[in-house]
């Protein structure tokens, strides 16, 4: 009971967060973090202990799902060497930077755990980047990057964080078994990952062929695949984490042609939310532990070296990636003699910048166990999950606030690409319910059946000609559209005045009300979803 209360009061305080952070110049997140920051100091809040294996499993195999789910597979094929670059080789450097500036710097933290703090704020958030490049319409190119190598450096991160682990309970460490353990446990995990998703996917189908489809029944099946595909690795002894990657990019290649509309829309909404609740929660339960991280840490350093430990390990996560980046943009061109163009140095600019960490972070920091095998404390674990908000504070603040605007003023727009594809679908899309229509005509005898097929063979006729049209630009197109769009919004709206007023005053009843109602929504949705993005131009300066 105590536990349930305890949720509902996270769910209000994510609430009204979420609407304050409307008027703030930085990510949801940071909202999120610093309102649960300000929570911790009041009295009457309710002070909230942390398991670490059920933060880990609760938090952790939604949202790398979610991840792997939304990631396009043909981007991420054909982005796969920068992706892989930043998602391994970074990880790795930026693990052996800031292990080895931790264990110098922090006295007596061992070495393994060190390298364990690496590990765990090597990943970077998709959420925040997202937060920004959505809004932006930054290249498509860019975007993928940034995305796919926040769904690999999520799992090779975790994975690394693992082994360190392992390293300081065990007390050894060696680099050949490492290797060789990762590899096996890696694919292993990745093929399980890829059989649990395909096995629910091919229940699904049975159970839509036997009964037809239900939604809530897809829905539930879908919200289990995460869950399933990590334990199931985890049972095995090998890697939940690229299991349930896997599971995430199989179902999201599979679950978009397979589940019907109705199925679609109700998943995206119930995972949307489920999402945004696991987000929320995680950073204000984050900035709940502060005081309890602080008075831990406080009785063996003092508050300057707690601010120069955190300065620290932010900048050398910073500094890592930024010279990663970087290195990889010149050592190639050094050798050859030519100079990186403007382009690809503000893109690696954006994507040297765009290093924010997040909720893998704070998931991987509180799994730390609580105790060694013997029952004795794990060493260090206070200071390194101290060192890890900082980091993700830090990023947050100084990145987040910043990288729109630099993005901005590097003038960096999305390309001509997703304009040409989404006309080529449109037309080609318009083209062939024209070509079906047109198909019926024979088989439309009687005066009624021929008034409606001409009236919507008209339709498809006037859209089609609209994309067709020759010499519209693309910005005239954005403009005709968004002139649709108010057009087709002020009927829309009359349309919802004149029914839910007649409910009110009682001329129709519920059962009426209501199917019209979530009818006017869909075509209202469906007019948000078409509706063109806003030209967003490069700040002056």
Same mark, same amino acid.
């Given at each position: 009971?105590?536990?349930?209360?305890?949720?509902?009061i996270?769910?209000?305080?994510?609430?009204?967060?979420?609407?304050i952070?409307?008027? %703030?110049?930085?990510?949801?997140?940071?909202?999120?973090?610093?309102?649960?920051v300000?929570?911790?100091?009041?009295?009457?809040?309710?002070?909230? $202990?942390?398991?670490?294996?059920?933060?880990?499993?609760?938090?952790l195999?939604?949202?790398?799902?979610?991840?792997?789910?939304?990631?396009?597979?043909?981007?991420?094929?054909?982005?796969?060497?920068?992706?892989?670059?930043?998602?391994?080789?970074?990880?790795?450097f930026?693990?052996?930077?800031?292990?080895?500036?931790?264990?110098?710097?922090?006295?007596? %933290?061992?070495?393994?755990?060190?390298?364990?703090?690496?590990?765990?704020?090597?990943?970077?958030?998709?959420?925040?980047?997202?937060?920004?490049?959505?809004?932006?319409?930054?290249p498509?190119?860019?975007?993928?990057?940034?995305?796919?190598?926040?769904?690999?450096?999520?799992?090779?991160?975790? *994975? &690394?964080?693992?082994? &360190?682990?392992? &390293?300081?309970?065990?007390?050894? !460490?060696? /680099?050949?078994?490492?290797?060789?353990?990762?590899?096996?446990?890696?694919? *292993?995990?990745?093929?399980?990952?890829?059989?649990?998703a395909?096995?629910?996917?091919?229940?699904?189908?049975? /159970?839509?062929?036997?009964?037809?489809?239900?939604?809530?029944?897809?829905?539930?099946?879908?919200?289990?695949?995460?869950?399933?595909?990590?334990?199931?690795?985890?049972?095995?002894?090998?890697?939940?984490?690229?299991?349930?990657?896997?599971?995430?990019l199989y179902?999201?290649?599979?679950?978009?042609? #397979?589940?019907?509309?109705e199925?679609?829309?109700?998943?995206?909404?119930?995972?949307?939310?489920?999402? !945004?609740?696991?987000? =929320?929660?995680?950073?204000v339960?984050l900035?709940?532990?502060?005081?309890?991280?602080?008075?831990?840490?406080?009785?063996?350093?003092?508050?300057?070296?707690?601010?120069?430990f955190?300065?620290?390990i932010?900048?050398?996560?910073? %500094?890592?990636?930024?010279?990663?980046?970087?290195?990889g *943009?010149?050592?190639?061109?050094?050798?050859?003699? !030519?100079?990186?163009?403007?382009? @690809?140095?503000?893109?690696?600019?954006v994507?040297?910048w765009?290093?924010? @960490?997040?909720?893998?972070?704070?998931?991987g920091?509180?799994?730390?166990?609580?105790?060694?095998?013997?029952?004795?404390?794990?060493p =260090?674990?206070?200071?390194?999950?101290?060192?890890? !908000?900082?980091?993700?504070?830090?990023?947050?603040?100084?990145?987040?606030?910043?990288l729109?605007?630099?993005?901005?003023? /590097?003038?960096? #727009?999305?390309?001509?690409s997703? +304009?040409?594809?989404?006309?080529?679908?449109?037309?080609?899309?318009?083209?062939?319910?024209?070509?079906?229509?047109r198909?019926?005509e024979?088989?439309?005898?009687?005066?009624?059946?021929?008034?409606?097929?001409?009236h919507?063979v008209?339709?498809y006729? /006037?859209r089609?000609?609209?994309?067709?049209?020759?010499?519209?630009?693309?910005?005239s197109?954005?403009?005709r559209?968004?002139s $649709?769009?108010h057009? #087709?919004?002020?009927?829309?709206?009359?349309?919802?005045?004149?029914?839910?007023? %007649?409910? #009110?005053?009682?001329?129709? +009843?519920?059962d *009426?009300? @209501?199917?019209?109602?979530?009818?006017?929504?869909?075509? $209202?949705?469906?007019?948000?979803?078409?509706?063109?993005?806003?030209?967003?131009?490069?700040?002056?300066?």
């Amino acid at each position: 009971m105590v536990a349930f209360e305890h949720t509902l009061i996270l769910l209000l305080l994510i609430a009204f967060l979420s609407v304050i952070g409307r008027w %703030l110049p930085w990510p949801q997140l940071i909202t999120y973090l610093l309102g649960g920051v300000g929570a911790a100091f009041v009295p009457a809040f309710p002070r909230l $202990e942390l398991d670490p294996g059920f933060f880990f499993l609760c938090f952790l195999p939604p949202l790398l799902f979610a991840d792997g789910w939304l990631m396009p597979l043909r981007e991420f094929v054909r982005a796969r060497r920068s992706i892989l670059a930043l998602a391994v080789g970074l990880v790795i450097f930026t693990t052996l930077a800031v292990g080895l500036v931790a264990h110098w710097l922090v006295p007596g %933290l061992p070495l393994a755990l060190a390298f364990a703090l690496g590990a765990i704020v090597s990943p970077t958030d998709a959420v925040a980047v997202n937060a920004v490049t959505e809004r932006l319409r930054v290249p498509a190119r860019l975007t993928t990057i940034l995305n796919g190598e926040s769904l690999m450096n999520d799992a090779t991160g975790l *994975v &690394a964080f693992k082994f &360190a682990l392992a &390293a300081v309970v065990a007390g050894t !460490f060696s /680099l050949g078994r490492v290797t060789a353990s990762f590899a096996f446990i890696s694919v *292993v995990g990745f093929a399980i990952g890829l059989a649990i998703a395909f096995g629910i996917g091919r229940l699904r189908d049975l /159970l839509k062929r036997v009964r037809g489809s239900d939604p809530l029944v897809e829905i539930t099946l879908s919200l289990m695949t995460p869950f399933a595909a990590y334990l199931a690795a985890e049972h095995c002894g090998v890697s939940g984490v690229l299991s349930v990657v896997a599971a995430g990019l199989y179902s999201g290649w599979r679950d978009p042609v #397979r589940m019907d509309v109705e199925t679609r829309r109700t998943a995206f909404a119930v995972w949307s939310l489920l999402l !945004f609740w696991l987000n =929320g929660i995680a950073f204000v339960l984050l900035g709940l532990q502060f005081p309890q991280l602080l008075s831990a840490v406080s009785g063996h350093y003092t508050v300057a070296q707690l601010l120069g430990f955190t300065a620290a390990i932010a900048g050398t996560a910073i %500094l890592a990636r930024l010279a990663w980046v970087f290195a990889g *943009v010149y050592l190639p061109l050094l050798t050859s003699g !030519f100079c990186a163009p403007p382009a @690809r140095r503000a893109t690696a600019l954006v994507i040297g910048w765009a290093g924010m @960490r997040g909720t893998i972070t704070l998931a991987g920091a509180l799994s730390i166990p609580l105790l060694l095998p013997d029952g004795s404390p794990f060493p =260090g674990r206070d200071i390194v999950i101290f060192l890890a !908000f900082g980091v993700i504070a830090v990023t947050l603040l100084l990145q987040g606030t910043t990288l729109e605007r630099l993005i901005r003023r /590097l003038g960096l #727009r999305e390309d001509d690409s997703r +304009a040409q594809e989404e006309r080529l679908a449109r037309t080609t899309a318009v083209q062939a319910g024209l070509n079906s229509l047109r198909a019926l005509e024979p088989a439309a005898t009687t005066p009624e059946q021929n008034a409606s097929l001409g009236h919507v063979v008209g339709e498809y006729e /006037l859209r089609l000609a609209v994309l067709e049209a020759e010499g519209e630009t693309r910005e005239s197109a954005r403009r005709r559209r968004r002139s $649709e769009h108010h057009y #087709r919004s002020t009927a829309l709206a009359a349309e919802r005045h004149v029914v839910n007023d %007649l409910w #009110r005053r009682g001329e129709i +009843a519920d059962d *009426v009300h @209501r199917p019209l109602q979530q009818l006017l929504d869909h075509e $209202e949705s469906m007019l948000h979803a078409a509706l063109p993005a806003p030209k967003t131009e490069p700040a002056s300066g």
